[in-house]
């Protein structure tokens, strides 16, 4: 990949563990370079066995059933949103990772690339079956870019930092180049890492490797990953913060975080709504009333209900979280 003003380097799949904590920089990052390698309420239309399915999944009332809601956005177009509730986590692991290697081999062939989304959180976990066979041996991991929706402003062998938690569980374990990994450049301030991720976010557009939106203007990735916390949170657009209104940016610093770290860059609102497909990965019944906020538009709608995409969005519930719908 051709470098460019701002200097695109390729991240090293080094251990985190390794990095020496006391040094801003690991040693294997240059300092003249980047680290950036750079209220209506919605009515369930009907209840019916999903579409989507594995070999291994039983495709049965009593493994997963499928809400689909269709809803208008605020610029009146059709937004397609499934909802998939699966009894056991196991199954809904199985399905997300067909669910991802189906789009990438679509985009893969498509535009010889595949932008893809992550958060961090369980999500990480949820996406175990990706790198089992029979995905591990037969995605197109050469044509993935991978990027953090939200990342803290910590080293990164930090146990709080996102590119740990993926390393950890996922990329080390997964053949994609180092030079098509995104990370941050954590040894700048919050608000110049945002800045910085930006940059390099609009040289990629430059590039050819990430589309914009026609719609919006906004950079339109393949595939967004999204988990969501307890208190309806997404990437790291809290409930009643500001950001969750900010209508120009592409990435945001926050410093008043109210779930440490506090530091933090995220993507915006625009920039998620903006992508081709959407996944949002809920588990555990600690999130069933955000998530019943969020799909029913019920009470004071959390920032998972202003998720969209601009071809699908789907909802992958295990049961507990979709009590209460």
Known sequence: MASSSCFLRSILFSSPTNLRSN?????????NHLICSHS????FESLSVSSIGTGSTKKSSDTRRKVKSMARTNIGKEEKKRVEIYDLEE?????LAKFTADL?????????????????????????KLVESPYVDSIDWARW???????????????????????????SKVPIPPGN?????????????????????????????????????FPKFDLMLLGMGPDGHVASLFPGHGLCNES????????????????????????????????????????????EAALKKTGNVPPAGSVSAEDELVWFLDKPASSKL
């Open 23 to 31: 040094h801003h920089l690991p040693t294997f990052f240059p300092k």
């Open 40 to 43: 209506t309420s919605s009515r």
């Open 145 to 171: 870019h991978f990027f953090w929706v939200d990342e803290r402003v910590v080293p990164k062998n930090h146990d709080d930092s996102n590119y740990k938690l993926a390393y950890d569980s996922f990329l």
């Open 104 to 128: 990438s081999d679509k985009f893969c062939k498509k535009r010889g690339a595949f932008t893809v989304v992550v958060s961090g959180g369980s999500l990480i976990k949820s996406l175990r």
């Open 248 to 291: 120009k940016k592409w990435v945001v610093s926050i410093s008043d975080s109210p779930k440490p770290p506090s530091e933090r860059i995220t993507f915006t609102f625009p920039v998620i709504n903006s992508s081709a497909h959407v996944a949002l990965v809920v588990c555990g019944s600690g999130k069933a009333e955000a998530v």
């Open 181 to 217: 990994v995104y990370a941050i450049n954590e040894a700048l301030s919050a608000e110049a890492a945002a800045d910085d991720y930006e940059t390099c976010l609009k040289h990629l557009v430059n590039t050819n490797i990430l589309r914009v939106s026609e719609s919006t203007g």
């Open 91 to 95: 199954n809904l692991a199985i399905d």
